[in-house]
């Protein structure tokens, strides 16, 4: 760590400030719009935590180096150099105070992306030492071990071995031809391990060929989330140097928001490179599997559900329409948010808050939005495609004595499959 220094983070702010970071801090009119689209800020009305604000030590890094005004105002004395002390202010409302869900960028009057100059401010923060060491953790684990959470291959082996055995299929690992590769997150593996069982079941039953890889199966990306494209680099690279060994066709990135993220929209930018296969989420995938007419499902749900769109999914990914399709196959009673689709409320604990354990207080106060749109609605079952926002709004219920199950899509989905006898292919 001492390798982390407040001069290292000051030039990385310098490399981060292109020309998108450039137009955005030139073009605020400081209307103060970010701060209501912000949960963190809507449940802790201190003006501290608007969205803009918390980019406020790279914007005077900005204003002295590439502006007239603001080189003149450092050479006057009228504006004073960023200091180590404040970084380490500003990394609770860098880090705890922002899942970089983009619902500020979403209402953004001039077009600012807040989320982007955030994703960039953390580079900074990462490069003085300033990150939380929850993040820290979770991206040394992930680049040393290959996940996050510490989960290591007979980990996952073991909870084949229990698919298999429950379900008699075969789920295969380095299946080289596979129209699939299925990436998986930690949290699936080891909080909801009936994820892996759901997606067997369907790709079986669509006759799709499938696999695991033994080389690289952890679709997390902490380095997205801590704010270091070198650490986002490399664990994309695995992925996509798996994929391309297995000659598949489409990586299926799990019901993890920011795995998404990095696999589908910046993991081309990171590599330097076009992927040789698709990259899909896999509600994208099981939204195709419907319209080709290879997932049929029968009966319905009778309890009123909703459906907690995840962010970086929904609105930073733009897979709207595709989970209410599927919810629509197997809800009779589904019903949705006031904000909902592209400005549905974060669940709070999205782009590594739920890493970091002095967040823990914030994360919940921040559920309390959720919490407001729920009890419009009063509904029984809260349904989710992302496991990140499936823990938080678990805990969160628990917390305020809500008794609501949170349901999986995918799981769902598969609760309801009718077994197709034309089926082809293998997995």
Not at 29 to 47: I, K, Q
Not at 290 to 314: I, N, S
Request: hydrophobic share 40%; charged share 25%.
């Amino acid at each position: 760590m001492s390798a982390l220094t407040l001069e290292r983070g000051i030039n990385a702010f310098k490399a981060q400030i292109d020309a998108p970071m450039a137009s955005f801090f030139s073009s605020c009119v400081s209307c103060g719009m970010c701060a209501e689209a912000c949960l963190f800020y809507t449940e802790n009305p201190d003006p501290k935590f608007t969205p803009i604000y918390k980019l406020e030590p790279m914007r005077r890094v900005w204003e002295q180096e590439y502006t007239l005004i603001g080189k003149l105002k450092a050479k006057l004395g009228l504006s004073k150099p960023v200091t180590d002390a404040e970084l380490a202010e500003w990394q609770e409302l860098v880090y705890n105070n922002c899942s970089l869900c983009g619902r500020c960028s979403a209402v953004c009057p001039v077009g600012n992306d807040i989320t982007y100059m955030i994703r960039k401010m953390r580079e900074g923060m990462v490069a003085s030492g300033h990150a939380p060491e929850g993040l820290i953790g979770a991206s040394t684990r992930a680049v040393q071990i290959g996940s996050p959470m510490g989960v290591k291959l007979p980990a996952l082996q073991a909870q084949v071995k229990h698919v298999e055995k429950h379900t008699g299929m075969e789920v295969p690992f380095d299946k080289e031809g596979a129209e699939y590769l299925l990436m998986l997150s930690s949290m699936e593996i080891m909080n909801y391990p009936e994820y892996l069982e759901a997606v067997a079941k369907i790709l079986t039953n669509a006759g799709k060929t499938w696999t695991l890889s033994s080389e690289c199966f952890e679709a997390t990306n902490s380095g997205i989330q801590i704010g270091s494209s070198d650490i986002a680099r490399e664990l994309v690279s695995r992925v996509v140097a798996a994929a391309e060994k297995l000659k598949v066709k489409t990586v299926i990135s799990p019901e993890c928001g920011h795995a998404y993220t990095a696999l589908r929209w910046e993991g081309p930018n990171l590599i330097g490179r076009p992927y040789t296969f698709a990259a899909k989420h896999i509600v994208e995938v099981l939204d195709e599997l419907r319209v080709a007419g290879l997932l049929e499902t029968e009966g319905f749900e009778d309890a009123k559900m909703t459906f907690h769109d995840p962010c970086q999914l929904v609105r930073r990914g733009g897979v709207v329409q595709q989970p209410r399709n599927l919810m629509n196959m197997v809800a009779k009673n589904f019903v949705e948010m006031a904000d909902h689709g592209t400005m549905n409320w974060c669940c709070g604990a999205g782009g590594g808050v739920s890493a970091n354990e002095d967040a823990e207080e914030v994360k919940l106060k921040a559920f309390q939005r959720k919490k407001k749109q729920l009890d419009e609605l009063k509904v029984d079952t809260l349904v989710t495609a992302c496991a990140n926002c499936r823990i938080q709004l678990e805990e969160g219920l628990e917390v305020n004595q809500m008794d609501m199950p949170v349901v999986g899509l995918t799981e769902m989905i598969a609760e309801h499959l009718v077994e197709r006898k034309d089926k082809g292919g293998a997995a």
